[in-house]
Nanobody, 122 residues
Framework: QVQLLESGGGLVQAGGSLRLSCAAS????????MGWFRQAPGQNRELVAT????????AYSDSVKGRFTISRDNAKNTVYLQMNSLKPEDTAVYYC???????????????WGQGTQVTVSS
């Protein structure tokens, strides 16, 4: 079992930045892919960004490419999401996730955090 705890969400004006963090605990000896999904009200959960264990493989949603950056520190069992040039349409609950393969499908991931709210005002 892996437990994931997100932090760093909040309210920001359009054009601003936020940095999300996700700390993993439990069975962290396995080399999990870790990533971020988001879900806005009435919408499906969608991929934001995901990264392989070594950091050499990443995938981003087209809507965040060039604005968001995913990174990880395996010594701290933590993954980060740096979000710049935020837009109102980025408003959502952001979920940290971990799983065995790099995928854009939520069903491919085994573990999920509780989520952290990100709200971008116009």
């Amino acid at each position: 079992q892996v437990q994931l705890l997100e932090s760093g969400g909040g309210l920001v004006q359009a054009g601003g930045s936020l940095r999300l963090s996700c700390a993993a605990s439990g069975a962290t000896s396995r080399r999990y892919v870790m990533g971020w999904f988001r879900q806005a009200p009435g919408q499906n959960r969608e991929l934001v960004a995901t990264m392989g264990w070594s950091g050499g493989s990443t995938a981003y949603s087209d809507s965040v490419k060039g604005r968001f950056t995913i990174s990880r520190d395996n010594a701290k069992n933590t993954v980060y999401l740096q979000m710049n040039s935020l837009k109102p349409e980025d408003t959502a609950v952001y979920y940290c996730t971990a799983g065995p393969i790099l995928s854009g499908r939520a069903a491919s991931y085994d573990y999920w955090g509780q989520g952290t709210q990100v709200t971008v005002s116009s």
